[in-house]
């Protein structure tokens, strides 16, 4: 082939992607058998348990009938919102630094997306009857409830999930079509049908970029809908600290900032043991990290906005609620989550910090925590501390829901492995368009 | 029985170029293949026109009809009065309208993107697997050996690197 | 086609706010609280009377005891001057429920009798009715629950045994109610009279503190005892519209 005389750039990120797709190393193997046994003992065990005995395996009880699930779900629906959603507003406002990224930050998306559904699985006392929630003629001719704002979730995560599957995919295509010609054997099969022929002609590229761009326009008004319709779960009732009109915002910017402390996350590691060095750089570290300022102090506004507010309503629920979230049972968690989400992603004021790729991995991972505990907090101080003082009590997570939470992670690492092994974890064609672009040279003119 | 030529470039500027000189010498509208999109197609090769607006508008109108009439009707099937509100509540019914114009809307995009962009292949087309990795490829449909050396020499003369003639069908 | 036109005669019928037809009774609850002695005799009967299971100590430890009525105690002042004071609380079937709206299947909704259901079989679990209850009077079945032998014998026959991952609450003795109606509809009336039917804790209420009506007759007891000038809702600011009407303990020596 002649195309051994060049340059080659371009096929130097096609030999990139290609091998990290079929070379696996043993490393790979390890970790992603650590990861499923570590889903299989701390997440389907347990979960097998509390599905045999019942819901009362995790620690929940008579006010605070929400738990570590359910913060959970909140949790992982969080950590799906910067994959899609940023990518989709880096797609149109054409950031040239997301194309290195995106495709791993979609996954994202897409996997803690099934993870959360799996923790309202996990949530639910009667799980087994979950499809209720759906709506489908039955012969019982009952439909569920549209007034409900469990029902708004239902809608607006079966939309999303098929939205980000969708938009993963599509962006996908031409880089399957690239994948398909350089594999064999199983693999082969599974790119031609994944491909659908792409050829990369120029009409396919012009629909391909009008669907891709229709679907990122789609996609962020879902986007934001989805974590305001999670935070109406709770707003929408009457529970003193829950229900607030801040909490839309509240929630969708604690998303973006916890999904974007992920991306953080994801990157680092993908850099590290993909061997993405020249794809993934320091530029992209500092954008985010940016982002990732921006978006604390954002949240720490609105932190301090809810206890305003709280404060400002003069009742003494509200009250006893702020006292109780400040000086509580639980006070040591919330300075914990203030310390992490709010003191130490001020060090990215200084770009030094900002431009190196460990202490962005820890900070990061300890947003994610600070995140986790804001969710928690946000069920378990308010339930516990409702209108009439003699239904007030504690609730402390059982041993089952702390291995589910571990365990969900594990599933999370798991469908991740898998991915990068099937998906371009990097968009080929993309980081091609930011490459400098092949020029005509007379020296090719004879043939 | 129809044969393609195809000429494989290293760049996409020569590679449109190509394009242009056969389109106005006479041939069927010529195809480019690359492996990114190539920019400026349409001033050279003509305006393209996508259908997948309007599969997105009236995916997303039917999405959003189709979500009220859910709600709405399913509260009227089976009436379960809740929470001292109306049978048919607007504010909670306008988020379940929401969430089904967008699903509609990526669902009918997808559709418009599959038809308008003929997916998924059935049959084998004219291919070069290079066009995935560096390569532009210009392809044009010729009806007999003239037109094809006609448009073969047209592609060399444009700077192609290589020219094959691939036959379609049978 | 037949469903269109009823949607559409509907329409006006449909979006009527409150109720969009009137109910055949208002079953109401007063509870003087001048008369309430707090000695538990309600929750005795309530427990009987609705296969309400007994959760054991180490579930009771958790707090997950089940009573569908509860007498709440408050302590006021400290110890020598120590006031006890309590108020029995239960489901309190208002009229603009909450748990209702929330509730993504239906398992808990108004019936044509006004008052809050909840329906066992259609209950999925998700738990958040009793989180959108400000009284916190629903109880969730966290495991399934035994009776051993020969306890499982006083089960009333009457009312279902919950299984796990099920919310239950008060339901006004909804059986009675219904046997009710079956003897009167016997007897050839059409409507209940006030005192045919009382739900085991106003039954068992040894000062009659309690008193379960309907507040659409205007001659009930109830009707008459909700219009005391003691009567009011507990937590009436969040605007549920209880069913259920305290009136007010007069204090004899205010200090």
């Known amino acids: ?447 | 029985m129809s044969s393609n030529a195809l000429g494989l470039f290293g760049d996409p500027v020569s590679a449109l170029a190509a394009a242009g000189t056969l389109k106005d010498a006479g041939f069927a509208r010529p195809e480019l293949m690359s492996p990114i999109p190539i920019h400026g197609v349409e001033e050279v090769l003509g305006p393209k026109k996508s259908v997948i607006r309007r599969f997105t508008l009236f995916g997303a109108i039917f999405g959003g009809l189709g979500g009220f009439a859910l709600a709405a009707g399913t509260a009227v099937l089976y009436v379960h009065p809740t929470g001292g509100r109306p049978v048919i509540t607007f504010p909670p019914f306008l988020i379940i309208t929401y969430e089904m114009t967008i699903l509609f809307g990526i669902l009918a995009t997808v559709l418009g993107f599959l038809i308008s962009a003929r997916f998924p292949a059935i049959r084998e087309r004219v291919y070069a697997p290079e066009t995935a990795v560096d390569k532009f490829a210009v392809t044009v449909t010729c009806d007999n050996e003239d037109t094809f050396s006609r448009a073969a020499a047209i592609l060399r003369a444009a700077g192609a690197e290589e020219v094959r003639n691939i036959r379609e069908g049978e | 086609m037949n469903f269109i036109d009823r949607f559409v005669a509907g329409w006006a019928k449909y979006r009527k706010p409150g109720y969009y037809e009137d109910f055949d009774y208002a079953w109401t609850m007063t509870i003087d609280l001048d008369r309430c002695s707090g000695c538990g005799a309600c929750v005795t009967a309530c427990q009987a009377e609705n296969n309400i299971p007994i959760v054991g100590e180490e579930e009771l430890r958790k707090g997950r005891e089940m009573q569908w009525i509860r007498i709440e105690r408050y302590w006021e002042g400290e110890y020598p001057n120590a006031k006890l004071k309590f108020i029995p609380m239960l489901c309190q079937h208002c009229d603009a429920a909450p748990c209702e709206t929330v509730c993504p299947v239906s398992a808990t909704y108004h019936n044509q009798d006004g008052l809050n259901t909840q329906i066992y079989n259609r209950c999925i679990g998700t738990r958040s009715c009793a989180v959108y209850c400000p009284y916190e009077v629903r109880y969730f079945n966290y495991y399934d629950h035994h009776w051993d032998a020969p306890l499982e014998q006083q089960l009333n026959p009457d009312v279902t045994v919950r299984e796990k991952g099920v919310m239950e609450k008060c339901t006004f003795c909804v059986q009675r109610i219904r046997q009710a109606k079956d003897h009167a509809k016997d007897d050839g009336r059409r409507r209940l009279r006030d005192g045919d039917v009382q739900p085991a804790c106003v039954q068992s209420c040894p000062t009659e503190a309690l008193n379960f009506g309907d507040r659409k007759d205007s001659s009930s007891k109830v009707y008459r005892s909700m219009h005391d000038p003691r009567a009011y809702h507990v937590l009436e600011e969040l605007n549920t519209l209880p069913s259920v009407v305290y009136l007010k303990k007069v204090e004899t020596h205010a200090d």
């Open chain 1, 1 to 447: 082939m002649p195309t051994e005389e060049k340059p080659l750039q371009f096929a130097d990120v096609n030999n990139d992607i290609v091998r990290s797709l079929v070379v696996t190393g043993r490393n790979y193997y390890i970790t992603l058998g650590i990861a499923m046994f570590v889903a299989l003992a701390c997440f389907f065990f347990p979960w097998f348990y509390q599905l045999y005995y019942g819901i009362g395996a995790a620690g929940m009880n008579h006010p605070t009938v929400w738990g570590t699930y359910l913060a959970s779900f909140i949790f992982w629906i969080g950590l799906s919102h910067s994959g899609t959603l940023l990518s989709c507003v880096l797609h149109i406002t054409n950031s040239e630094w997301r194309k290195a990224m995106y495709r791993s930050a979609e996954a994202m998306t897409l996997f803690s997306l099934l993870v959360a559904a799996t923790m309202v699985m996990v949530h639910v006392g009667r799980p087994w009857f979950i499809h209720w929630a759906a709506p489908y003629p039955n012969q019982m001719g009952l439909w569920p409830n549209f007034k409900s704002p469990l029902l708004f979730d239902v809608m607006a995560i079966t939309t999303y999930l098929t939205g980000s599957l969708i938009f993963i995919y599509m962006g996908s295509i031409p880089d399957f079509a690239a994948v398909r010609d350089r594999t064999s054997g199983w693999r082969r099969h599974l790119y031609v049908l994944l491909s659908l022929g792409w050829r990369g002609t120029d009409t396919e590229w012009h629909r391909l970029g009008w669907a891709y761009t229709f679907l990122a326009v789609l996609i962020i008004p879902l986007a934001v809908s989805v974590h305001s319709i999670v935070s109406w779960d709770f707003a929408m009732s009457l529970v003193p600290g829950l229900h607030q009109t801040i909490f839309a915002p509240y929630f969708v910017v604690g998303a973006i900032y916890s999904g974007t402390a992920g991306i953080v996350t994801v990157m680092f590691v993908l850099r590290k043991y993909m061997n993405f060095e020249h794809l993934i750089t320091q530029l992209h570290f500092d954008n985010l990290g940016k982002l990732l300022l921006f978006l604390s102090l954002l949240w720490t506004y609105i932190n301090m906005l809810e206890l305003f507010t709280g404060w400002y309503s003069g009742t003494s629920a509200e009250y006893e609620q702020i006292k109780y979230k400040l000086t509580g049972f639980y006070a040591p968690l919330y300075w914990e989550m203030i310390l992490f989400c709010a003191v130490a992603p001020l060090l990215m004021f200084s770009t030094k910090f900002r431009t190196s790729f460990v202490p962005m991995l820890v900070l990061s991972i300890a947003i994610n925590i600070g995140m986790y505990t804001e969710r928690f907090l946000i069920i378990a101080t308010t339930l516990s501390r409702q209108y009439l003082p003699d239904a007030w009590g504690v609730y402390v997570p059982s041993l089952v829901e702390i291995s589910i939470l571990v365990g969900s992670l594990a599933v999370f690492v798991t469908l991740f492995l898998i991915f990068v092994k099937i998906f371009p974890s990097v968009s080929i064609y993309e980081v091609k368009e930011t490459m400098p672009q092949p020029r005509k040279r007379e020296a090719n003119l004879e043939s």
